[in-house]
C-alpha cells in the first residue's frame, strides 16, 4: 500500500462522507431509521430511531495514553448518532484484556469493537464472541490476524508500511542513527513499527530501546540515559504521543531530532512550535468511529465494510508543512 498524501487523505474523507450521506438518505422510510434532531419522546438518543444497542469497545489503552481518549471520543460520537449504549474498557495486559472481552460477551452485548496487539493472546476471546453470535470488529492493532478471529471488519493502518514512511522521512531529514522507542513490551504492532523504520531509513542505523510507558518520568531518564551513552544517535522516534514529549524533554540542548506515531493536541503544538519533527497519523477518532458504525450497520442491514480487506485510516505524515490543518481539530481533542 503507498503512502497516503494529506491531499489524499481529504478526497478519501470526502467520498467516505458522500457514501455515508447516500447511506443515510437510502435508510429512511416511515418505519425506522429516520435522522432525529435529538431525544425523541420515547428516550431515543442519537441521530436514528432504530433499536437501542449496547457495544463494547475494549482496548489495551494505557492509563495516560492520549491516543486513546481520541479513539474513545470517535467511539462516543458514533454511538450518540447511532443511539448506541458504549461500554468502553481498556487494560494494556492482553489477559487482563481478554478478561474484559469474555466479560463482554457473558453479559450479551448486541456488538464489540476490540484491538488485538497480542493475537496470541486475544484471538481466542474474539472468537469466542464471534461463536456466541455477537458481532466482532478490530481497530487499530491485529490486521494480519483479524479475519482469523472472527472479525468482520478491521479500521487501522498497516504498520509495516507505517513504519517504511517514518524510516524514509527520517532518511530524508539526514538521520544517521535512530533510537526508536517501544513504551508496550509484546505489543506485535510496536516492534512492526520498529522493523519498519529500520527498512525505510536506507544508510541509517536504527536501535530499539524499551521503556515502560506509563511511567514517563522513568521512560524520559532511560532515554536521558541512552543519549549520554551513545552521543552518535541523532533521532528518536517514539511511537505514541506522550513518550515523544517525553523524548523532546530528554534531548533538550542537543541536536537530536525527535519524531513519532499519532498525534494530540499538545504533540501537534510540539510540531507548529519546531520542538517534534513530524508524527505518523493513523487518525484514531477515526478508528473508534467507524468500529461502533460498523457495528450499527451490521445490525441494520447486514454490512460488513472493507470487503473482506482492512480500511485503512492512515498513515500520512503531519510536518511543518500542514500541521495546520489540523491544529484546530486537535485542540478540540479530535485528532
Known amino acids: 500500500m503507498a503512502l497516503l498524501s494529506w491531499s489524499s487523505l481529504k478526497r478519501g474523507a470526502a467520498a467516505v462522507a458522500a457514501l455515508a450521506l447516500a447511506a443515510g438518505l437510502a435508510a429512511c422510510s416511515e418505519t425506522g431509521g429516520r435522522p432525529r434532531g435529538g431525544e425523541g419522546p420515547g428516550g431515543t438518543a442519537g441521530g436514528v430511531d432504530t433499536p437501542r444497542l449496547t457495544v463494547a469497545m475494549v482496548t489495551h489503552g494505557a492509563p495516560g495514553d492520549t491516543f486513546w481518549d481520541l479513539v474513545r471520543r470517535g467511539a462516543e460520537d458514533a454511538a450518540k448518532k447511532n443511539n448506541i449504549e458504549l461500554r468502553y474498557s481498556a487494560d494494556p495486559q492482553s489477559p487482563n484484556q481478554s478478561n474484559l472481552v469474555d466479560n463482554a460477551v457473558d453479559s450479551r452485548v448486541d456488538g464489540i469493537a476490540m484491538t488485538m496487539p497480542n493475537a496470541a493472546a486475544l484471538a481466542p476471546a474474539a472468537r469466542r464472541a464471534d461463536e456466541a453470535g455477537i458481532p466482532v470488529v478490530g481497530l487499530n492493532s491485529g490486521m494480519e490476524e483479524w479475519q482469523d478471529a472472527g472479525m468482520s471488519a478491521f479500521f487501522g493502518q498497516d504498520e509495516s508500511v507505517a513504519g517504511r514512511a517514518a ?54 531518564a532511560t532515554m536521558e540515559a541512552k543519549l549520554q551513552e551513545d552521543d552518535a544517535i541523532d533521532a528518536i522516534m517514539a511511537l505514541t504521543a506522550p513518550v515523544a514529549m517525553r523524548a523532546v524533554a530528554a534531548a533538550s540542548g542537543s541536536e537530536v531530532a525527535v519524531a513519532t506515531f499519532d498525534t494530540d493536541a499538545e504533540l501537534a503544538g510540539a510540531i507548529e512550535a519546531g520542538d517534534v519533527a513530524f508524527a505518523v497519523d493513523q487518525q484514531p477518532y477515526l478508528q473508534g468511529y467507524l468500529a461502533v458504525d460498523a457495528i450499527w450497520l451490521a445490525h441494520r442491514n447486514g454490512s460488513a465494510p472493507g470487503g473482506g480487506r482492512p480500511v485503512y485510516t492512515g498513515p500520512s505524515i503531519v510536518d511543518e508543512t500542514n500541521v495546520d490543518d489540523i491544529l484546530e481539530a486537535a485542540r478540540e481533542g479530535l485528532r
Open 167 to 220: 524510516g524514509e522521512e527520517l532518511a530524508e531529514r539526514g538521520a544517521g542513527r535512530v533510537l526508536c522507542v517501544i513504551h508496550e513490551q509484546g505489543n506485535d504492532a510496536q516492534e512492526e513499527r520498529c522493523r519498519g523504520v529500520a527498512e525505510g531509513a536506507a544508510g541509517a542505523e536504527v536501535e530499539t530501546l524499551y521503556v515502560n510507558g506509563m511511567e514517563l518520568a522513568a521512560a524520559q
